[in-house]
């Protein structure tokens, strides 16, 4: 039977590795790398290639309201339930760099580079990904945001306020543009989150991007092959798209879900960062039901990495499947 | 709703883009990367890091008889559940590179330089991936064996039949040792798949390393922190292993099972490739019911890379939950 508890055998170790070692030459123990592979993934959906391009994820104590219609022990019980620790939560990042083959075409920013500086390096990794997937911004052509929060959109501008993919066209869904630029939903918004919402996101389309931006509708290709869908809830623009090429295709949904262990398991679930709970739940189940149903391909950018899998049902959820990564593209 | 259907839609994508890219110069559309990630991932084990390295993934058509005992039907049905082509197999192999802090420590060589270049190089990524995590093969103090498989063994030698770890000690399960060592064996062996294996262990073990090797004993720690544990079935003297540093630990299962969605899934499933198939069942539901039990964390070396994950019950079977990714360490 197997052996797990192994205090009886403590300071055998030695015995059967010294022999041999005493004829080779002594040499210093190789230090431990403390450093994590480049979390970037490539594949392709027909002749597209998709680089998923971590910005990293951020852990923090798991807050009393992290989910507004469930309680911390709830939470934390599903989170233990996915062999997670109970107390503490983890969202990963996970903006994508699409080669169309004519286009190089970004999806959302990350949490830029303060997050980076914040964070001592647990966020705000995407420029470092990108470096390490052979990227350059510059030849970047464009940059698509799906909605208006700090972790898509801030990776837009470089520690010095300049434009981080300076040859790029940012497409903007345009409800979201109409919505965080104007001055009467600014006013009504409340003090706290939503206030600081709408200031950084004139930080980082007015004084940032000077309003250089081109907002998008729903139902067209913003790219070639990438359709945007609204998918409205989390915030008033909230956009997710379908990536197509021939017959193979790829839905790209934004933040639909956060962590799938909560939200996907539990699609009733309110995150407490959707603008509109009850919207963002409908939404969430006709997403969901349609990716069971088509057996579509999913990208999500709260998954971890690298955040792509199916979907199949679950009880009265939904359950993540994971894509197997492929060592070769 | 979501629009998945975008055939009404073609030749729409062009206008959204068109007006900002005619003010930006032209450049030439960047090439595909047409390369996967380097695949290695760290992750830590108390005080010991563990690397994950893969050398790569074999896909061929569904055998017959991949199955002893199921129909290729059945097979199909479960890799079409999981989202997989029903008429192919992919199998990963994920040696590991353990530094304990004093010793350098490799699981198992994978397929080695012939299969590399049979396979054009899908199969027999580990020294390219070790090179990518920045590991020198000359640094490798210890070379654990888990049992005598090609995929395990054959790359002990380079393509020139020199060492491919020279200055490492080779440790072996001693049952394993004796097995494939046995004249006698080899003999009553059937011809095939078996006289095969018998000729490779010999071409690996006696010409390449010149019998060179330490056998090791089960219940022991053979390296610091790495207890070899009896799983026979798959061979004669297949062995797994728990890593443990302060109380943390990991169980290093081998082949105790092969690809999760066929054998995890599936325990009483048995495996062209196990020698002993009712043994190799015995074997995997006792693991399985430990690993569900104590929580464990486990590390299969065919699982999907990076081949971490937890194991909960799944009605009949057993269900492998990945670890999420993390993006530091």
Redesign the interface.
């Known amino acids: 039977?197997?052996?797990?508890r192994?205090d009886a055998?403590a300071g055998?170790?030695a015995?059967?590795?010294a022999?041999?070692?005493s004829a080779?030459p002594a040499?210093a123990?190789?230090?431990?790398?403390?450093?994590?592979?480049?979390?970037?993934?490539?594949y392709k959906v027909g002749d597209i290639?998709v680089?998923v391009v971590?910005d990293?994820?951020n852990t923090f104590p798991l807050p009393d309201k992290l989910v507004v219609n469930a309680t911390k022990e709830q939470v934390g019980d599903a989170l233990q339930k996915?062999?997670?620790p109970r107390d503490k939560m983890?969202i990963?990042f996970a903006p994508l760099a699409i080669?169309t083959?004519?286009?190089?075409v970004v999806i959302d920013t990350g949490n830029g580079p303060g997050a980076n500086a914040a964070s001592k390096?647990?966020v705000g990794?995407f420029q470092t990904n990108l470096k390490?997937?052979?990227?350059d911004p510059k030849?970047v052509?464009?940059v698509v945001i799906s909605h208006f929060h700090g972790d898509h959109v801030n990776g837009l501008l470089t520690a010095d306020n300049q434009l981080a993919f300076p040859?790029a066209?940012v497409?903007v869904p345009a409800t979201e543009w109409k919505y965080w630029m104007d001055d009467g939903e600014m006013s009504r918004a409340p003090a706290g989150r939503m206030q600081d919402l709408f200031k950084n996101n004139r930080r980082v389309f007015e004084a940032g991007l000077q309003k250089?931006v081109?907002p998008?509708?729903w139902?067209?290709?913003?790219?070639?092959?990438?359709?945007a869908?609204e998918?409205i809830g989390h915030t008033p623009g909230h956009t997710?798209y379908?990536l197509?090429s021939g017959s193979d295709?790829v839905?790209i949904q934004s933040d639909v879900t956060n962590h799938p262990d909560l939200f996907v398991k539990n699609p009733g679930w309110h995150l407490g960062f959707d603008q509109d709970g009850d919207k963002a739940e409908s939404t969430r189940r006709?997403?969901y039901d349609?990716l069971v149903a088509?057996?579509?391909?999913v990208q999500g950018f709260h998954y971890?990495?690298?955040a792509l899998?199916?979907i199949e049902k679950d009880g009265a959820g939904y359950r993540l499947?994971?894509?197997?990564?492929?060592?070769?593209?």
Do not use: C
């Open positions: 039977m197997v052996v797990t192994r055998l055998a170790f015995i059967a590795a022999p041999a070692l080779v040499r123990a190789v230090p431990p790398a403390n450093k994590q592979a480049p979390s970037f993934y490539r290639e680089a971590s990293g994820a996915a062999f997670l983890t990963h080669n083959g004519g286009k190089l390096g647990a990794q390490a997937a052979g990227i030849d052509d464009i040859n066209e497409l250089k081109t998008y509708e139902g067209k290709d913003i790219a070639p092959g990438l359709l869908v998918t997710s379908v197509s295709k839905f006709k997403v349609m088509e057996r579509l391909k971890p990495f690298p899998g199916n499947v994971p894509a197997p990564w492929s060592p070769v593209i």
